[in-house]
């Protein structure tokens, strides 16, 4: 890709691995284990390829919000529609994103058979049964309510009449289980028989739909429309709603007027964020601190004509609401994705799960990106470690895929969890002599920054003075593969 300002260089330097240390999500000792590069320039192409080659990503076009998802953003719909403020016990800081959640167990209070038990001339009279049983749930709903007036009349609350009128069967002692209630049945079989008794009732649908003169006995079941996240970010009376969210995309380098315009107060909720949540001392999040972490980033703008208005490059995207910044999300445009950096927030909304609703709105940009470049259709989310709970969390966007650490092709990532269980280290790839396509094949066409020169490793080696760096620069190749490692230039001394 060009650039608008001319021809674009990456200039890295590369440093191999040193002695681990502690390790800030996981708490070992040795846990961080250094081993990268430093760029003092950096292609956006570039850094998409690198990326490439060591993360995970998620296919934002095909994203649906699970049920936690839905949780915070209807929260979040709330909050901005009628004011309102959750108090659940879960909404407290939290260092992670997200928490995850487990669905619970279904309870069995029916004895059902799998379809496998159920003899083929009884399939069709079930269907009359499962209408009986639907008129006599209906009916006895007409009658509990009845029943609920005739309390309500006579002073009783509904509670105490169901006390009064509900009759338990204790198993007797020493005997086991009441054998006078059926046997409870495994959550699967629950699923299957209930499916099963669906597409039955559908089909007794289908046949009262052929036969308009018949009244049908049973209720048709209710269609759940899946929505989009799109959808759960609108809110529907914007003029009349409690508070207002914007959402504002600022260049951070080089910095826009905006940025440098809103600079001071968004460090300030940077520093907020920093004492609150990771219990930084007052003098450790200083403006020269803030500004190399977050804000200088060796990303050269590109602005093609045929892409993004924006461009390509680090950007700050500021969430305002009712005229204040309250959290800002850190991210790198790239020209097949939108790389999500940092998230920092005012800790005075924490209740309103901004970790989790900052990254649903980057899935919902990155859509939204995609419409005028068809290429940028991925959302990274960093480095995915799954014996590490604090970054697990990652694992619950989906659709997600990882990248095979030897072949370097993308797996989904239901595939890889299963390997990650039995081994830190897994092969994702089930094609054993399926390798790395941009694999290292010639280290002597590697391109070298020497004393201002650039040249090819081949000349580079026979300039150098001092001891063989052979093994340094083959390790970085190989990491890199042989197209960037063509293309970009490391910096020896």
């Known amino acids: ?48 390829d690198l990326i490439d080659r060591g993360w995970r990503r998620l296919s934002a076009v095909n994203y649906q919000p699970n049920k936690s998802h839905k949780k915070v953003l209807k929260k979040m719909q709330k909050f901005l529609q009628f004011g309102e403020v959750s108090q659940s016990a879960n909404d407290g800081i939290s260092v992670e994103p997200m928490d995850s959640q487990a669905d619970s167990p279904v309870s069995c209070k029916f004895s059902f058979r799998d379809k496998g038990e159920i003899p083929e001339d009884e399939l069709k009279p079930l269907t009359t049964e499962v ?141 907020r964020y920093q004492m609150t949540i990771h219990q930084d001392p007052p003098d450790k999040p200083t403006v020269s601190q803030f500004t190399r972490f977050l804000c200088d980033s060796p990303l050269e703008l590109d602005t093609p004509p045929d892409g993004i208005s924006c461009g390509y490059g680090s950007f700050h995207q500021q969430y305002w609401l009712d005229g204040k910044i309250v959290a800002v999300g850190v991210i790198d445009i790239l020209p097949y994705c939108v790389s999500s950096v940092y998230l920092y927030y005012d800790p005075d909304y924490s209740f309103l799960s901004l970790g989790v609703y900052s990254a649903l709105r980057e899935i919902a940009f990155t859509r939204e990106l995609q419409k005028k470049a068809a290429d940028l259709c991925h959302y990274y989310m960093g480095f995915y470690i799954y014996s590490c709970p604090k970054m697990r969390y990652k694992g619950q966007y989906k659709p997600s895929q990882l990248l095979c650490p030897e072949s370097y092709s993308w797996v989904p990532i239901e595939k890889c969890t299963p390997l990650l269980e039995c081994s830190k280290y897994s092969r994702f790839n089930g094609n054993a002599k399926e390798g790395d396509k941009d694999r290292l094949t010639e280290l002597s066409r590697i391109r070298v920054l020497h004393k201002r020169t650039v040249m090819p490793y081949s000349i580079y080696k026979k300039r150098r003075k001092g001891p063989s760096d052979e093994t340094v620069v083959k390790q970085y190749a190989t990491l890199v593969g042989q197209t960037c490692a063509e293309r970009m230039l490391l910096y020896r001394t």
């Open 1 to 48: 890709m060009a650039s608008a300002g001319g021809a674009a260089l990456s200039i890295l330097e590369y440093f191999g691995g040193e002695d681990g240390n502690r390790c800030g999500y996981c708490k070992s000792e040795a846990g961080n284990l250094s081993h990268g590069m430093w760029a003092h320039s950096l292609t956006v192409q570039d850094y998409q």
């Open 131 to 271: 209408e009986e049983a639907e008129k006599q749930h209906v009916e006895k709903e007409m009658e509990k309510n009845t029943e609920d007036e005739r309390h309500k009349e006579h002073g009783d609350s509904i509670e105490t009449a169901k006390l009064k009128t509900t009759v338990y069967s204790m198993p007797n002692p020493g005997k086991g289980a009441d054998t006078t209630r059926p046997p409870c049945r495994k959550a699967k079989d629950v699923r299957k028989e209930r499916r099963l008794q669906k597409r039955l009732l559908q089909k007794a649908d289908q046949t009262s739909s052929e036969q308009p003169d018949v009244t049908p006995t049973a209720p048709k079941l209710k269609s759940s429309a899946i929505k989009s996240v799109e959808e759960f970010i609108d809110v529907l009376d914007a003029e009349n709603a409690a508070h207002r969210l914007e959402v504002k995309l600022v260049r951070s380098c080089p910095p826009s007027s905006q940025f440098k315009a809103t600079f001071q107060e968004s460090y300030q909720v940077y520093k």
